[in-house]
């Protein structure tokens, strides 16, 4: 079977099963709303596990591994570099991995950091089954207590919520030199509505959904958005986003940026969602921020038709040298 194939099928199976668990809690909840709305947390805070490809396998292979305790477990973890080498820390996304954020690794690495990838709570390699962006900024802050104050995080889409919601819950304590954010999501608004429509969850039903995910959290869905952070935010912060992204639309970038005080965007065109943690001039931008440099080119379009014009690299090397 080719990949294509394969992700065809899997896309079939996940439509099967959001069908199966529709009917499941529209069949349920006349009779017992609790056990729907319960059915229904499950497959929230559940996210799906997807195969390591062989580049990532690879990469993981030159890292240190060891497990942190977290909660009643604990959280897979990799390291690059020596352990007197300033550390910045990687989050991946949702339904992601540590290792697809290897490619930041190496500049990082001829900057002068040590590099710490992790699988957050119900993802990857971890043991536990249940996830979220509190559970992820939950992860952030435990890393963070292990490996010391962090020099930087780089973090991708949900990641990057994450993020903002970990200096949210520490009330500012979360001690970070600097940050770069790859399309981060504002809020968890629109993944809640988008799971309602799946289900087709209205009404009442819908009160009873969020309220008991809000139990499960510990936090009101509301205070899962960046805004709500800006009190805390005072780390630098760098925001990278594709203007085509169909997974976090280009508006969320503008939100996020003037919530984080002081923030710089740059705009990326042509890699969408996850091709821009692949992109050379992202990785170099990327690591020139973390090491300090501020002279980042706000607006320039990363991944265009630019990169047969003109070397892009060198224009990049001369507003870090």
């Known amino acids: 079977m080719n990949s294509s194939s394969i992700g065809l099928q899997n896309r079939t199976n996940v439509r099967t099963s959001a069908r199966a668990v529709r ?41 240190r591994f060891e497990r942190v305790p977290f909660g009643d477990g604990s959280l897979p973890v990799w ?10 820390l990687l989050v991946h996304g949702w339904e992601g991995r540590g290792s697809q954020l290897a490619t930041f690794v190496p500049a990082l690495r001829a900057a002068g950091f040590r590099v710490i990838a992790f ?9 536990s089954q249940r996830s979220s962006a509190v559970h992820m ?38 001690d970070v030199g600097r940050c770069v954010l790859v399309a981060p999501p504002v809020n968890a608004k629109r993944f809640f509505d988008g799971f309602c429509a799946t289900l087709g969850l209205e009404g009442a039903m819908r009160e009873t959904v969020a309220k008991r995910i809000e139990r499960e959290l510990g936090i009101p869905l509301a205070s899962v958005d960046v805004r709500q952070a800006t009190p805390h935010l005072h780390t ?20 996020f940026v003037q919530a984080w005080p002081g923030a710089k965007l740059v705009v990326t065109s042509g890699l969408g969602h996850r091709a821009i943690l692949r992109d050379p001039d992202v990785v170099s931008a990327t690591a020139a921020f973390i090491a300090g440099k ?7 379009p990363f991944g265009s038709i630019e990169r047969e014009l003109f070397d892009r690299a060198a224009r990049w090397r001369s507003l870090y040298s």
């Open 236 to 255: 630098p912060m760098l925001l990278l986003h594709d203007e085509g992204d169909r997974e976090v639309p280009f508006e969320d970038a503008r939100t």
């Open 137 to 174: 900024a939950l992860a952030i802050e435990r890393i963070a207590q292990h490996v010391g104050p962090l020099a930087g995080i780089v973090a991708h889409s949900v990641g990057g919520a994450a993020t903002a919601l970990a200096f949210h819950l520490s009330r500012g304590a979360l």
């Open 119 to 127: 699988d957050g709570p119900g993802h990857g390699r971890a043991k």
């Open 23 to 63: 009917a499941a809690v529209h069949a349920i909840a006349p009779a017992s709303p609790d056990l729907a709305a319960r059915i229904a947390l499950e497959v929230f805070v559940r996210p799906r596990r997807h195969s390591i490809p062989r580049r990532e396998r690879d990469a993981l292979s030159n890292a």
């Open 294 to 300: 501020d002279d980042v080119a706000t607006g320039l």
């Open 79 to 88: 390291t690059w570099g020596d352990d007197q080498s300033p550390p910045v």
